[in-house]
């Protein structure tokens, strides 16, 4: 089991913390739909971190009594729309959640979850791919995943598993590991282990 230190990665904040539990927690991004992919590992926390996987993309009016109304009868293209409507920058946003899968404690990493939630407003960073490298070295966090009453929870693995993969030279023997760990987690689930498999593959 992995406690070594791990460098913060540091640059481009994607936005803020503004909800939080000990499982998950909601990310307000700085700019409409600026949020990472479904699959990424973020990290909260500009001290000891949090490690978020995210699971859920969201863009909505501020307003939640208000929904948004077309506005692009008469435009040419989408981009227009938002020409012609500056204002919608101020009235919509974009947020996401991810779900909580690691953190460190003294610089040291941790594969399960912190005993206290992240902080609101704390400043949310993606991870290098360094960082991605030495996170999925061990998978002891797939089976919070797994087990999460998440949407779509195997395609969210299948989509982290594939960042992973890509981030490093043994993208394949990294993803054939991967579904050997997955197959005693999934055991009698045989036809969802086929599909993250499947998901993986492709």
Not at 105 to 112: K, M, T, V, Y
Not at 157 to 174: P, V
Not at 180 to 196: A, K, N, S, V
Request: hydrophobic residues 40%; contains cysteine; aromatic residues 6%.
């Amino acid at each position: 089991m992995s406690t070594r230190k791990v460098s913060c990665d540091k640059g481009l904040r994607l936005g803020e913390v503004v909800e939080a539990t000990t499982t998950e927690f909601v990310v307000q991004c700085y700019e409409l739909y600026t949020a990472p992919a479904l699959g990424s590992l973020v990290r909260c926390g500009d001290g000891d971190a949090i490690y978020g996987i995210v699971h859920e993309i969201s863009t909505r009016s501020i307003d939640t009594g208000r929904r948004p109304i077309a506005r692009g009868r008469d435009e040419n293209d989408e981009d227009a729309i938002y020409e012609s409507n500056p204002q919608l920058s101020r009235l919509l946003s974009t947020e996401f959640r991810a779900l909580s899968v690691g953190h460190t404690e003294d610089g040291s990493l941790r594969r399960w979850l912190a005993p206290l939630p992240p902080r609101i407003h704390s400043f949310v960073h993606p991870c290098s791919d360094d960082t991605l490298r030495e996170f999925s070295a061990e998978l002891d966090f797939v089976s919070i995943l797994l087990s999460a009453p998440i949407t779509a929870a195997d395609d969210v693995l299948a989509a982290f598993l594939k960042m992973a993969s890509n981030a490093r030279a043994d993208s394949d023997e990294f993803l054939v590991n991967a579904g050997r760990r997955l197959t005693p987690l999934l055991g009698g689930q045989m036809q969802r282990l086929d599909g993250i498999l499947r998901r993986i593959a492709t």
